[in-house]
C-alpha cells in the first residue's frame, strides 16, 4: 500500500524556519518526481514545489522561490520541504504528492506562522 | 497561470441521486484534468485521471468526460459514503487547482 506521512509542522513565529518531511513507502520512491502542495485556511490549494526523482530539477512557485527548499533523500525515502523567512500567508496544510498524475497524497501537516 | 473554475462549491442531494461537479478551464488544457475526493482529516484521494479515466479501485459510480476547457465529474447514484469534498487539478502546465465542491446528503 502506498503511504505518504508528512511531519515537522507546528506554529512558528514570522521570519523564522521550519523543515517538512513526507516518508514514502508502498512504492519505489527513487523512481517518482515528488510534490510539495499547499492549502491555505478557507483557500484554495496552490503547487509549490516539484523535485525530480534524481533531484536534477526542482522548480518552484513564485510565491516560494528564493524562501523554500525542495530536496530529497531517496536511501531514506523521505522528500524535504526547507521553509525559510516565514510569512503568515505561508500558515497553510503542506501536502506531499507523487508523480506526474499526483496519484498518491499524504494526509498533510499543518503550518502556522503568527506571533 | 490556467484558472480552473469548479461549480458548485456547495451541492446537497439524496441517495441515489446522480450528482454533477464542473470544472472549466481558462484555456485549453486537452484531457490533463483529475478529480479527486478529500474526506474530513484524510488525505485526497484520486478519483479520476486524464478527463475520464477511472483510477484503479474506485466504484464505476464514478465517472469523468470533457476534454479542452470543460469538464465533469458525474457521480451516477449517490451513496452515503460519497459525503466529501471534491476538487479538480490540471496538469497540462504547472498545475492548478479548482476551488473545491462540498457535497452532502440531503
Known amino acids: 500500500e502506498v503511504q505518504l506521512v508528512e511531519s515537522g509542522g507546528g506554529l512558528v513565529q514570522p521570519g523564522s524556519s521550519l523543515k517538512l518531511s513526507c516518508v514514502a513507502s508502498g512504492f519505489t520512491f527513487s523512481s517518482y518526481n515528488m510534490h510539495w502542495i499547499r492549502q491555505a485556511p478557507k483557500k484554495g490549494l496552490e503547487w509549490i514545489a516539484l523535485?525530480?526523482?534524481?533531484?536534477?530539477?526542482?522548480y518552484y512557485a513564485d510565491s516560494v522561490k528564493g524562501r523554500f527548499t525542495i530536496s530529497r533523500d531517496n536511501s531514506k525515502n523521505t522528500l524535504y520541504l526547507e521553509m525559510n523567512s516565514l510569512r503568515s500567508e505561508d500558515t497553510a496544510m503542506y501536502y506531499c504528492?507523487?508523480?506526474?498524475?499526483?496519484?498518491?497524497w499524504g494526509q498533510g501537516v499543518m503550518v502556522t506562522v503568527s506571533s | 497561470d490556467i484558472q480552473m473554475t469548479q461549480s458548485p462549491s456547495f451541492l446537497s442531494a439524496s441517495v441515489g441521486d446522480r450528482v454533477t461537479i464542473n470544472c472549466k478551464a481558462s484555456q485549453n488544457i486537452n484531457r490533463y484534468l483529475n478529480w479527486y475526493q478529500q474526506k474530513l482529516g484524510e488525505a485526497p484521494k484520486l478519483l479520476i485521471y486524464n478527463a475520464n479515466s477511472l483510477q484503479t479501485g474506485i466504484p464505476s459510480r464514478f465517472s469523468g468526460s470533457g476534454s479542452g476547457t470543460d469538464f465533469t465529474l458525474t457521480i451516477s447514484s449517490l451513496q452515503p459514503e460519497d459525503v466529501a469534498t471534491y476538487f479538480c487539478l490540471q496538469h497540462n502546465s504547472w498545475p492548478t487547482f479548482g476551488s473545491g465542491t462540498k457535497l452532502e446528503i440531503k
Open positions: 504528492a507523487r508523480g506526474y498524475y499526483y496519484r498518491y
Open positions: 523535485i525530480y526523482y534524481d533531484s536534477s530539477n526542482k
